[in-house]
């Protein structure tokens, strides 16, 4: 395989959209969200070519070079920022790739419009903009076949269900609220197997990080790295770098796998922690 040097390599292209304000979420949900950092979004889904090129392997079920990966976790589309960002050129030019935050995506997907979708109100349309189960044949289609939303981005309605980078506990949304290790990933978007009200930009599916489907695939963010502050000293001999955790004094405690009841009143009930982990005995000081 052809080594690769950078994201621009393998086709991938990336909309620089701008910091600004917008209500996230509608209904009682609905809240005002202020993103202060503008961001590059990738114009299009996550290819199989581009992921195979960057991961060596294409686990889709609908295949098509262009069409967007899907059977990938959430671990998977990290794994794929993380080696993206490795690469020679974007090493080089200080870029990291990520997933985006619910937020991110939501204000993207709108544009800057406050419609039921970020084409408009009438469903009728989304036909033009999306794949989806009225339109899809059951499938996937190659990456920017419909029309874009304002901001130039591509499939945000429809074709898969995209990873967000958020972790969310949503044990209310179960009846009993009982679940083990309560932590779930958001996708957004919609997919082709759908109706249109989950392709609206206020649509999600909650699932653990290791669910993979043909129907979910991602996206990505660009970022610059940015350098964490060197602590300004008189002389260079003042400075002293530390070795570990233990060098400056920083103790832990081995927590064991366990059941709780968490909460308390109305909100108790049933957690299962099904892994260990270190906490740290003291407060960071």
């Known amino acids: 395989m052809e080594l690769l040097e950078s994201a621009d390599s393998i086709g991938m292209e990336f909309k620089l959209i701008p910091a600004g304000t917008f209500i996230m979420g509608e209904g009682d949900e609905a809240h005002e969200v202020t993103l202060t950092q503008q961001f590059s979004m990738g114009i299009h889904e996550v290819t199989q070519v581009q ?38 050129a974007e090493k080089a030019a200080g870029n990291v790739y990520r997933l985006p935050t619910e ?104 699932v653990t990080p290791g669910f993979s489907k043909d129907f979910v695939g991602f996206r990505v963010v660009r970022e610059p790295s940015t350098p964490i502050p060197t602590p300004v000293a008189t ?3 003042d400075i002293e770098l530390p070795e570990s955790a233990n060098s400056i004094g920083m103790k832990f405690k081995l927590i064991p796998a366990g059941t709780f009841t968490m909460g308390e009143g109305d909100d108790a009930h049933e957690v299962t922690l099904t892994v260990p982990f270190k906490m740290g005995v003291h407060e960071v000081t």
């Not at 392997?57 to 998977?76: C, H, I, L, Q, Y």
Request: net charge negative; charged share 25%.
């Open 51 to 88: 992921y195979e090129q960057v991961m060596g392997v294409n686990p889709s079920k609908f295949t098509g070079a262009n069409n967007p990966v899907e059977t990938v976790s959430w671990e998977d589309a990290l794994e794929f920022c993380r080696r993206l960002s490795e690469l020679p």
């Open 103 to 206: 937020a991110e995506w939501e204000y993207a997907c709108r544009a800057g419009t406050a419609t039921r979708f970020s084409f408009g109100d009438d469903e009728r349309d989304l036909a033009e903009h999306g794949w989806y189960h009225a339109n899809s044949d059951s499938k996937t289609h190659p990456v920017g076949a419909k029309q874009p939303n304002a901001w130039g981005l591509y499939d945000l309605n429809g074709n898969v269900w995209e990873w967000c980078s958020d972790l969310i506990d949503k044990d209310y949304m179960y009846d009993p609220p009982k679940l083990r290790d309560p932590i779930l990933n958001v996708c957004r978007g919609g997919a082709w197997h759908g109706y249109a009200h989950n392709c609206r930009p206020t649509s999600l599916t909650l």
């Open 235 to 237: 002389n260079v001999e």
